[in-house]
């Protein structure tokens, strides 16, 4: 069974930071193909954050960049997501996100955690 439990979230100050993390549990670490960050501000649609991919491959969204960092730790079953300069219109939930080759290596399956809330203040 695959697991994603967050950790992190908070409210901060207008120009503060915040770190979150997410550990997944899964059977086999070969299997995971990408992990990463999304987010769904209120009112608005979930969206990308930043993914850590093979082959040390980041991606980022335009918001992200310059502000938020995405590492994985040397066991590459934790993802963090370091935000720095944060702004009141980065609040909203946090989710984990794991794309991971299925049990029989038919094709990936994406999963995204429970969510943690980040609320930056003005």
Not at 3 to 18: F, I
Not at 114 to 120: K, N, S
Request: hydrophobic content about 30%.
């Amino acid at each position: 069974q695959v697991r994603l439990v967050e950790s992190g979230g908070g409210l901060v100050q207008a120009g503060g930071s915040l770190r979150l993390s997410c550990t997944v549990s899964i059977g086999s670490i070969f299997s995971i193909n990408k992990m990463g960050w999304y987010r769904r501000a209120p009112g608005k649609q979930r969206e990308l954050v930043a993914t850590s991919g093979p082959g040390n491959e980041f991606n980022y969204a335009d918001f992200a960049k310059g502000r938020f960092t995405v590492f994985r730790d040397n066991g590459k079953t934790t993802v963090h997501l370091q935000m720095d300069g944060l702004q009141p219109e980065d609040t909203g939930v946090y989710y984990c996100y794991l794309r991971s080759l299925n049990s029989d290596d038919s094709g990936y399956e994406e999963r995204w955690g429970q969510g943690t809330q980040v609320t930056v203040s003005s």
